[in-house]
């Protein structure tokens, strides 16, 4: 619900083409679009294939690293019969949930970009559907126990190949109309889930703080857990960027977008823009 204008906005599936559908209602409950047919928003590069699932004993659902991740924008009363999703792409990733975005405009009040702040990690998280088979490309299954012995780093650097690959960072996605551009900035060295702002309808949205679900370090053999929570102040750290940016101290750190603080920036911006609380001994979540 946009707090400004009351609006409902969402998207609903179906199973038949065209499958998806985006919808506004007004504060007083009118139809503004209705089942406006759309050909999706995000793009997770997840692939449906049950004839190597037969042949191959492939999960039929696996991540495609290799797919570069799609992100649509449309306008708010999208019509398709006037308008055309405008895409951008990033390096293959996957989102489970986002936390919050919005306009970047000129001295001139024009949109020259869309931001957005989510949660991301490099692939499908492994501790989820540990039915499926354990191994790299699968959708779930754990990692396995070479994997599990790999030392990783922090994020941050750019080069996403040496972080956990099933951890969930929250990133600055920005969505650059001129250069068609995306840039991704990793704004926390914490890994966590579902992303909140502090709003209702009532007050405007708190674009300062992104609050999330940590998630407890990885076990073999075991579900995703979560065990505290973090409090992110989202707006320091992007004025940091942009300082560093316009300072001409920020680089494509991997070639892909990654405009990256650099894990050394990260960790000293994060002792007074992060606060993290953590439950104690005991941890939530789905062991599957």
Known sequence: ???????????????????????????DGRRVVWE????????IPYIVDGHKHKSEGKPVIYFDPNTPTQFGIIPRYFDGSKHEVVWFESRACHIFHTANAWNETDADGNVVAICLTACRSERFISQINLWQPPTPGGYGGGVTEEEYKTEYGPPGSGDYTKQQPDEPFMTLFRFDFKTKETQMTTLSTIGSEFPVINFDRYTQPDLKYVYGATTAPLTPNTGIKFDGIVKTDILALIKRKNELLSARQLKNAGGEGQWELGVQELQSMEKHTTQRHTFGPHTFGSEA
């Open 1 to 27: 619900v946009d707090p400004k204008t009351g609006e409902l906005i969402f998207f609903s599936w179906r199973t038949e083409h065209p499958f998806a559908y985006y919808s506004v209602i007004s504060g």
């Open 36 to 43: 406006e047919p759309i050909p999706g928003i995000m793009k």
